[in-house]
């Protein structure tokens, strides 16, 4: 693995890093002979309350929720906190991070460059065959209402960065300093699935419903869609999956529910 002297993406990792560096859901911090790594949440934990994790482990630890259910996308919000790991020097840490976040320093490094490397929405759709071709047929609102469900923060943190018309960019706030520069293959499952959908050729159901009714519906799908246990991440075909729950509240009509009235 190259060294700090010839990786300018470790290079430029390592300089802020400083006196720790909240990265994904892990918090870095150095350490005598290296760095130390621990879960964001035991930030402030005394280290002998925390169990120690060999380096060579984490691929494993972030393999699976809390639960230990088997996590399928590295960047959800649920990696298992209760741990810390030692590393040596910069290369032993980017092995660590890699572990637990493929590929994640590099991408972070190249949001730095100017011009920053996105491929956005219409352009990646539109290099795609086979079954993922019909994800451009989806008109902008279409694609705008997928993306916000798919890449919630309850689902992702990684900080998106390609856009399309009707989406802009995700803030700095409430996302992780890890970059999505395309999209992923589970968004564009979830593309697939939602063009399959709507072009269903049963017409929409058209409902009356009062103003509390609707808040009601919203309520309730909220919260289902937070209860929601790991299950099939990608299960599209699930009319409970979160992120299918997530696409119905988006195309409700515009009613907060109780808790963003709080």
């Known amino acids: 693995m190259p060294d700090s002297q010839t990786n300018p993406a470790l290079t430029a990792f390592l300089a802020s890093i400083r006196e720790g560096l909240a990265f994904g859901q892990i918090w ?4 005598s002979g290296g760095y130390e790594i621990r879960h964001i949440a035991d930030r402030q934990a005394p280290l002998d309350t925390l169990r120690r994790v060999n380096p060579d482990g984490l691929r494993r630890l972030a393999q699976e929720a809390p639960g230990g259910a088997f996590r399928p996308l590295r960047t959800a919000p649920d990696l298992a ?3 810390w790991a030692g590393v040596a020097g910069g290369a032993g840490l980017e092995s660590a991070v890699d572990q637990i976040y493929p590929g994640a320093i590099a991408d972070w490094y190249a949001a730095s460059l100017n011009p920053v490397p996105v491929t956005h929405y219409r352009e990646y759709t539109s290099r795609q065959s086979g079954m993922y071709r019909i994800t451009a047929k989806l008109s902008d609102a279409q694609a705008a209402a997928v993306g916000r469900a798919c890449c919630d923060a309850r689902f992702c943190i990684r900080r998106r960065l390609w856009t399309l018309p009707g989406l802009e960019a995700d ?3 409430g996302k992780s300093l890890i970059p999505c520069l395309e999209p992923c ?7 697939r699935k939602a ?5 269903e050729e049963a017409p929409p159901v058209p409902v009356a419903l009062r103003s509390e009714d609707l808040l009601s519906i919203r309520s309730a ?3 289902v869609r937070d209860a929601a246990g790991p299950g099939r991440v990608a299960d599209f075909a699930d009319p409970l999956n979160p992120r299918r729950l997530a696409l119905v509240l988006d195309k409700l009509p515009g009613v907060q529910s109780a808790s963003a009235e709080e």
Do not use: K
């Open 185 to 191: 293959p589970l968004l564009m499952e979830f593309a």
């Open 221 to 223: 799908l909220e919260r």
């Open 171 to 173: 803030a700095p706030e």
């Open 28 to 31: 870095i911090l150095p350490a």
């Open 195 to 199: 063009m399959r959908i709507d072009q």
């Open 81 to 83: 906190s209760g741990w």
